[in-house]
């Protein structure tokens, strides 16, 4: 099964840094980037937006390398940095392969104390029909494309895969707890978001054996990160086309570094682990028509439609945590979310009354998929009554999608919205089941909170 090893990654000096640098440091780049390219580009783009934003802290001077294509100068640029960034010692290498254990804390919508714990290592590569690693949603060729040359570029993991493990008795954690209580942590900081991020390191061989060990007799899910998991595969093929690992090396084509990718490994169980929902915002429909909408919902024998109001003075944002509040407690029942237009006189929360052989699933969707609330609204709403195919869905050619609620509420004053849909999150144990059958999610259907901070580390190939 899977293959776990420690690595010895790239990472920024701490001890030249004020706290508040690190936190600059460390932070995803938001300045300058849409909110829908920062979501696609998470974790992904530690490149040029990242690298220019690390270089605003004067860590190293800023250079341009003319060049005929822009986007080769974007990809050459990123190398050029880091390799600059060593040699002046802004980046160290770790003297010996680490496991690296990262903890996150944060508080919950509803105001949790939350922490999730995790571990940063290197995971071989395997394909999805070994089903040693299994992913859960649909990608696409565009972002794998623009990926694979800035990893040819930089012959480096620049972050975390994002993969779930079945740990039910915490066995991985419990063997991380004497590495917490015994040492100081390599960083903690609180970045500008309040997130508390605490980072410790483990050189320990026994230690990485006894990992190693676990996780052989384990699988692995992929929870974010399935552009960069394709594009590293993608990768491990190039190399293994055009070169041979070198003998001083020792190592064969299946130790290699490009056969492996550097990945966040969380519990599935871990009382940390939280997921939201990402709401979409559907426009520019053509021919768009909400009362005959509400009509199909309501003359259909797979949905209950039901008004939504709130009485009082209320903001805009109060008024959705309500109408979200109903939402959460339709869905302990079945599946359902809540539907927002000004065409509408009030919301209206949509309930599958269904069953998982009903008429809206198309014949390839397997059944645990055809359980999720998002496969219904897909299907069976935004498909089958408004003809948004699957096409046009992973185009984005009429949806967008918004992780916060007051953002998803504020698309509603713009002219070419047409509905907005607020939505439950897809529970841990159903992307499980999903992961299991070999189907595959809608896009946007998880959202793990909080994202894995950039920056921490680089992995070389």
């Given amino acids: 099964m899977a293959d776990v090893l420690p690595f010895r990654s790239f990472r920024f000096d701490m001890n030249r840094y004020s706290h508040a640098q690190l936190a600059r440091l460390l932070s995803y780049p938001y300045d300058g980037i849409e909110q829908d390219?920062?979501?696609d580009l998470q974790g992904d783009s530690f490149?040029?937006?990242a690298l220019d934003a690390l270089a605003r802290v004067r860590i190293a001077p800023t250079r341009h390398y003319p060049t005929a294509h822009v986007q080769e100068n974007n990809y050459?640029?990123?190398?050029?940095r880091i390799m600059d960034w060593l040699a002046e010692g802004v980046l160290k290498i770790d003297d010996q392969p680490m496991l690296y254990i990262y903890h996150q804390t944060f508080f919950s919508p509803h105001g949790e104390k939350l922490t999730r714990q995790g571990m940063i290592a290197r995971v071989q590569l395997e394909d999805y029909e070994n089903k040693v690693v299994l992913p859960h949603e649909r990608t696409l060729s565009a972002p794998k494309v623009d990926r694979l040359n800035l990893m040819k570029a930089t012959e480096a993991n620049l972050s975390q895969v994002f993969m779930l493990y079945d740990d039910p008795e915490h066995c991985?954690?419990?063997m991380l707890e004497d590495v917490i209580q015994s040492s100081s942590p390599l960083l903690e900081i609180t970045t500008e978001d309040g997130i508390l991020h605490q980072l410790w390191g483990s050189s320990n061989e026994v230690l990485a054996g006894a990992v190693s060990d676990f996780f052989s007799s384990r699988q692995l899910l992929i929870a974010d990160g399935h552009h960069r998991y394709e594009t590293a595969l993608a990768y491990r093929d190039f190399r293994c086309e055009m070169d041979c690992?070198?003998?001083?090396?020792?190592?064969?084509?299946?130790?290699?570094?490009?056969?492996?990718i550097m990945t966040l490994l969380v519990n599935m169980h871990d009382p940390g682990l939280l997921?939201?929902?990402?709401h979409r915002v559907v426009h520019d429909v053509e021919d768009f028509d909400a009362q005959e909408l509400l009509g199909a919902l309501e003359r259909s024998p797979f949905f209950e439609v039901t008004p939504l109001d709130v009485t009082g003075?209320?903001?805009v944002v109060d008024r959705g945590l309500e109408w979200l509040k109903a939402c959460e407690q339709a869905g302990e029942e079945r599946p359902s979310f809540v539907l927002c237009s000004r065409?509408?006189?009030v919301p209206v929360l949509v309930s599958f009354t269904g069953s998982e052989s009903s008429a809206i699933f198309t014949n390839d969707t397997p059944e645990p998929v055809r359980a999720l609330d998002v496969t219904i609204l897909h299907e069976g709403i935004l498909d089958d009554i408004l003809g948004i195919d699957r096409e046009a869905q992973a185009a984005k050619t009429n949806l967008r999608y918004k992780k916060h609620l007051e953002e998803a509420l504020l698309e509603l004053e713009l002219p070419d919205t047409q509905l907005v849909i607020l939505m439950n999150a897809t529970p841990v144990e159903q992307i499980n089941r999903v992961c299991q059958s070999g189907g595959k999610m809608p896009q946007k259907s998880t959202y793990f909170y909080p994202k894995i901070l950039s920056g921490l580390m680089i992995c070389p190939l």
Avoid: C, K
Wanted: no cysteine; charged share 25%.
């Fill in 76 to 80: 050459t640029q990123t190398r050029r």
């Fill in 313 to 315: 003075e209320m903001s």
């Fill in 47 to 49: 490149s040029l937006e």
């Fill in 343 to 345: 065409y509408f006189d």
């Fill in 245 to 260: 690992p070198s003998s001083a090396d020792g190592d064969d084509e299946h130790n290699a570094p490009y056969n492996y």
């Fill in 37 to 39: 390219s920062q979501e």
């Fill in 275 to 278: 997921v939201l929902p990402t």
């Fill in 172 to 174: 991985i954690n419990a």
